[in-house]
């Protein structure tokens, strides 16, 4: 008797290839991650890669919403009521500083990162998810200096997206919490100026 058991092949489990997904685009970046990449890390082929998530693409698009979701700054509770705008933007500096340069291998914001990719339709993605966050930043800053709000929140988001790009070239945690300082002591004249005003 044949005692050789054909072994069922588990299901994909589509919420777990996203997540392995993330770490390769996080990693990498869009560009340099192929199909071939992915179907290998997943364990399937590309006709199944195709049938789960539609497209490259679209698996990018869950895998920025994933982070969106797990690995965001908690900008309510650091931009919270009653701080001086100029301490709390400081704090949203260095705590971006900290969460970009706390992993060695998926260094920076995949979502600020993925608005450089080379391909356009991953461009427009990273650039919609990344919306919610740039807008409540300049809704806040409109809160405390309408007057220069356009200046200061160019500047602040400037400055998040420079912290992202230096923790991607490797730059140590230490530096970038430095010129993190050193930008909070700009936004301090910008408010300090607008409260004496």
Known sequence: MDEKV????AAFDRQEGVAIAQSLFHARGYDAVSVADLTAALGISPPSLY???GSKAELFERAMKRYAQTEALSLDK???PGRPPAEALTSLF??????YTRDN???GCMVTEGMRADDEKA??????IARGSSEAI???VKEHNPKNATRISDYVLLTLRGISSYACLGYSQKRLIECAKMA???LDQEFGDAGSA
């Open 6 to 9: 054909r072994k069922r092949r």
């Open 51 to 53: 049938a789960a998530y």
């Open 78 to 80: 650091i931009l919270a």
């Open 94 to 99: 260095i705590a971006a500083t900290k969460q």
């Open 105 to 107: 291998t998926c260094r």
């Open 123 to 128: 461009r427009e993605m990273a650039a919609e």
């Open 138 to 140: 300049i809704r806040y």
């Open 184 to 186: 909070g002591r700009t």
